[in-house]
C-alpha cells in the first residue's frame, strides 16, 4: 500500500469515527441557542420592515410633495432615509439590504416594466409613494416557535420555520457578532 492510499484510508476513518464533530464546524449548543434567538428577535422586526417596504404600514399625510409621493406622518416610526437604513441594519444582512434598497429607494427597471422608487427624501423629510408596491402579497405568518436549524457554521446559517402547512427555509448571516436575515422572510 503506498502513502497516499494509507493516508486516504486513515482521512476516511477519522472522517466516520468524527464526522458529527467535524460538520458542525465548532458550534455549540449556546451557539445554536443564540441563532435561535437572533432569528425570533429578528423576524417580527422584519415583518414591520417589509410592511413599510412592500405594504402601506406607514402613517402618511394628505400633504403630496412631488407628484405621486406623500410625506410621512408625524407619529410615523420612520422620517428619515437614514431612520429607515438604521432600522433595516439591525435586523438584515448589509447584502440584503442592498437588494431591499433597490424597491425601497432606486426603483427596478427589467424588460417586462418598471417598479419607481418607493421612498424617496427631500429636506430631510421622506415620502411615500404608495401605489409602487399595489398588489404586492400580504407577508405570511410563522410560527417562531418551530424555527429549528436546518445548517450552520461560524458565518452562515439556514433556519427552516413553518407558516401553516408550509415551511421556509430562510439563510442567516453573522455580522458584528449578530445573526441578521440574508434572505426573504416573506
Not at 90 to 104: C, H, K, P
Request: proline letters at 3%.
Amino acid at each position: 500500500m503506498n502513502k497516499f492510499t494509507l493516508l486516504t484510508v486513515i482521512l476516511c476513518l477519522v472522517m466516520l469515527i468524527f464526522g458529527g464533530t467535524l460538520v458542525s464546524c465548532g458550534t455549540s449548543e449556546a451557539d445554536e441557542q443564540k441563532l435561535l434567538d437572533d432569528f425570533r428577535a429578528a423576524a417580527p422586526r422584519a415583518v414591520t420592515l417589509y410592511g413599510y417596504i412592500y405594504g402601506d404600514s406607514l402613517p402618511l399625510t394628505s400633504e403630496e410633495s412631488v407628484s405621486g409621493y406623500y410625506v410621512v406622518a408625524d407619529d410615523s416610526p420612520i422620517k428619515t432615509m437614514d431612520a429607515f437604513m438604521s432600522a433595516m441594519s439591525e435586523v438584515f444582512s448589509e447584502d440584503y439590504i442592498e437588494i431591499l434598497s433597490n424597491t425601497a429607494f432606486g426603483g427596478v427597471s427589467v424588460d417586462e416594466g418598471s417598479i419607481g422608487a418607493k421612498f424617496i427624501e427631500r429636506d430631510g423629510i421622506l415620502s411615500v409613494d404608495p401605489t409602487v408596491t399595489e398588489g404586492f402579497g400580504e407577508p405570511r405568518e410563522f410560527d417562531l416557535d418551530t424555527a429549528r436549524i436546518v445548517k450552520q457554521n461560524r458565518f452562515v446559517a439556514i433556519i427552516a420555520v413553518s407558516s401553516g402547512s408550509d415551511e421556509l427555509e430562510v439563510t442567516m448571516r453573522l455580522e458584528d457578532g449578530v445573526w441578521k436575515l440574508d434572505s426573504a422572510l416573506y
